[in-house]
């Protein structure tokens, strides 16, 4: 799932990640469109092939998130909720050979790089997020900042602990691990949030060509670690850890939400016998008020 404002170059990033065209069609909204429009669902299924494996991917754009005045709707996490809602049926029916998993694995909040931090809507819309889906923050259209400038973002990003907002965690290695695969783990864990740039245009530069920006002072590559976070951010999504964001959806967030909807159930069926209780025992009532009155009127008549 990809989550953040119009303008910071969405379309471009997930066309970039994924190779595709997604947004072909897309019709850009005026102000006076954007001011009533809602938060709107939009899945897109890609096929690609890493590694001689073929991998479909389902993306989940969320247009219209932040553009309204009003942004108090919760249609993000609904979804979510509603993914899990279909995952926990299939799960309790008979046919459960061929369960179907829509559950969302990832959410890719993207941060803008304009301003001094995180605003409240970003804080507000994690915060109802982080129990439900694995977020993973990206530092948007990085290309607009200077190094120092993309330290300090990052450093204010990572301030969301205080928050009580929980991100995306690697899992720990191994003390068996191979050095270089720790030392790796250990550049995800200190890139984030990513610091990316998305660009479809090939450029050509010293007889090299490459998807990149050209700007006045120089040339920006989008897959160069010198420039951006990207070729991180693809690799950790599609290669090292797609996996891993499946089974804390699987074991943890999923997990809750069942043992929810579980404790739920049982309450729902412990009032419900206290209800059937409470009406029997009034008609017990009832039935020893009429024989009462039936004893009266017998003792009367005789």
């Known amino acids: 799932m990809v989550s953040f404002l119009s303008g910071l170059g969405k379309s471009t990033l997930i066309n970039s990640l994924f190779l595709t065209d997604l947004y072909k069609d897309r019709k850009v909204l005026n102000a006076e469109e954007r001011i009533s429009r809602t938060v709107a669902i939009i899945k897109h299924t890609v096929g690609i092939e890493e590694k001689g494996v073929k991998l479909r991917l389902t993306i989940i754009d969320t247009p219209g998130f932040g553009d309204a005045v009003n942004n108090t709707e919760r249609h993000i996490d609904d979804y979510i909720d509603q993914q899990f809602e279909q995952y926990f049926r299939d799960e309790s029916g008979l046919n459960r050979r061929n369960i179907q998993d ?40 990085a290309d607009s900042l200077t190094p120092a400038e993309v330290c300090r973002k990052k450093m204010k990003v990572t301030e969301i602990k205080q ?37 479809n245009v090939q450029v050509e530069s010293k007889g090299r060509k490459f998807r990149g920006r050209v700007y006045p002072w120089g040339v920006v590559e989008v897959e160069n670690p010198a420039h951006s976070d990207f070729l991180l951010l693809r690799n950790m999504l599609v290669r090292t850890h797609m996996q891993d964001l499946k089974d804390v959806t699987r074991e943890i967030h999923y997990e809750n939400y069942r043992a929810q909807c579980i404790q739920n159930m049982t309450r729902m ?34």
């Open 269 to 302: 069926v412990v009032l419900e016998r206290k209800r059937r209780w409470v009406e029997l025992r009034k008609m017990q009532e009832v039935l020893e008020r009429i024989q009462e009155q039936m004893q009266h009127s017998h003792r009367s008549g005789c």
């Open 163 to 199: 928050f009580g907002i929980n991100i995306y965690q690697f899992p720990e290695c191994d003390s068996d691990e191979d050095e270089d695969f720790k030392t790796q783990e250990q550049i995800l864990k200190n890139s984030i949030p990513f610091a990316v740039i998305g660009s």
């Open 102 to 141: 829509n559950r969302v694995h990832c959410c890719l909040y993207f941060i803008s790089p304009f301003g001094h931090g995180l605003r409240p809507l970003d804080v507000d819309c994690m915060r109802a997020l982080h129990e439900k889906v694995n977020i993973i923050p990206v530092l948007a259209k």
